[in-house]
């Protein structure tokens, strides 16, 4: 299967088209990612740093794992694109030439969310960077989708627009939630961000482009309702906690965040 992602994606155009301020009243939906990250751990109610956590499909992005850190004793970063892989070294490492700045996003978790003050905004950088095991690539539509030395399961596991990008069928669909599933503790979390139809059908296919603009390389999204998503998430394993829709700007499209439990 041709994946757009290794050649054409552009992990810095993607962040400041989609991640420029999680406060603005443009953010799409990056705020609503946080807040239910956020939300999850809150309700989750861990004291500890206990939790070995993954996002899969991170992409260059940061922010998802914020929240997170608190909560970690280790943080696994995995993504198909190895530009993207750079941008998020780039920033562990501090690397001046990192040409995109993440503070509004920490401000927005660490005061907005949690309602705390600068001094811990600025220490949860620091927190976040101390909690990264690893950096490593992935490719969620085949088996292990992990480097070996990477793939004893996780208490958590974020995964966040990247099925309804990487499935082109129900079943390949299916197949990468049973691959989540796969890398998950007894007892753990799957935190799943995915573009979901409103429609009462079962699945659509959307275009959409990286760029506001509409215009570069074009991609598809496989598209559940919400109500299918959920059976299938039942039929591999996972029980729903939490289902939150928002909605896109799109006509056809939703962003869903289910927690689910294995
Ligand atoms: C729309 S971005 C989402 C990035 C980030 N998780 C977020 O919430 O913004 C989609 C990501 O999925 C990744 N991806 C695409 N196909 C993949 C695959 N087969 N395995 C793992 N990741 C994949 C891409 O490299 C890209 O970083």
């Given at each position: 299967?041709e994946n757009?992602?290794r050649?054409?994606?552009?992990?810095?155009?993607?962040l400041?088209?989609?991640?420029?301020?999680?406060?603005s009243p443009d953010?799409l939906?990056?705020?609503?990612?946080?807040?239910?990250?956020?939300?999850?751990?809150?309700?989750?109610?861990?004291?500890d740093?206990?939790?070995?956590?993954?996002?899969?499909?991170?992409?260059p992005?940061?922010?998802?794992?914020?929240?997170?850190?608190?909560?970690a004793?280790?943080?696994v970063?995995?993504d198909?694109?190895s530009?993207?892989?750079?941008?998020l070294?780039?920033?562990?490492?501090k690397?001046?030439?990192?040409?995109?700045?993440?503070?509004t996003?920490?401000?927005?978790?660490?005061?907005?969310?949690?309602g705390k003050g600068?001094?811990e905004v600025?220490?949860?950088?620091?927190?976040l960077?101390?909690?990264?095991?690893?950096?490593?690539?992935?490719?969620?539509?085949?088996d292990p989708?992990?480097p070996a030395?990477?793939?004893?399961?996780?208490?958590t596991?974020?995964?966040?627009?990247?099925?309804?990008?990487?499935a082109?069928?129900v079943?390949?669909?299916?197949?990468?939630l049973?691959?989540?599933h796969?890398?998950?503790?007894?007892?753990?979390?799957?935190?799943?961000?995915v573009?979901?139809?409103?429609s009462s059908?079962?699945?659509?296919?959307?275009?959409?482009?990286?760029s506001?603009?509409?215009t570069?390389?074009?991609?598809?999204?496989?598209?559940?309702?919400?109500?299918?998503?959920?059976?299938?998430?039942?039929?591999?394993?996972?029980?729903i906690i939490?289902?939150?829709?928002?909605p896109?700007?799109r006509?056809?499209?939703n962003?869903?965040?289910?927690s689910?439990?294995?």
């Amino acid at each position: 299967m041709e994946n757009k992602y290794r050649d054409d994606f552009s992990p810095l155009q993607y962040l400041t088209e989609w991640y420029k301020d999680p406060s603005s009243p443009d953010d799409l939906f990056s705020h609503f990612i946080l807040q239910n990250i956020h939300k999850f751990f809150k309700t989750l109610q861990h004291k500890d740093e206990v939790l070995d956590v993954l996002d899969i499909g991170c992409g260059p992005v940061i922010s998802n794992v914020i929240s997170t850190s608190r909560y970690a004793r280790s943080i696994v970063l995995a993504d198909y694109s190895s530009k993207s892989l750079s941008l998020l070294n780039q920033w562990l490492t501090k690397d001046p030439q990192l040409k995109f700045d993440w503070s509004t996003h920490f401000k927005y978790v660490v005061e907005t969310l949690e309602g705390k003050g600068e001094r811990e905004v600025r220490e949860r950088e620091e927190l976040l960077r101390s909690k990264i095991k690893a950096i490593i690539p992935c490719d969620i539509s085949q088996d292990p989708p992990l480097p070996a030395s990477y793939s004893s399961p996780y208490d958590t596991v974020i995964c966040s627009l990247v099925i309804d990008g990487a499935a082109e069928t129900v079943p390949q669909y299916k197949e990468q939630l049973k691959r989540l599933h796969c890398l998950i503790k007894p007892g753990g979390h799957l935190l799943l961000v995915v573009g979901t139809t409103p429609s009462s059908i079962d699945y659509c296919y959307e275009r959409y482009y990286m760029s506001k603009s509409q215009t570069g390389t074009e991609y598809c999204l496989l598209l559940l309702s919400p109500k299918y998503l959920s059976l299938l998430l039942k039929e591999v394993g996972f029980s729903i906690i939490d289902v939150q829709n928002h909605p896109n700007n799109r006509p056809s499209s939703n962003y869903t965040f289910i927690s689910a439990k294995v």
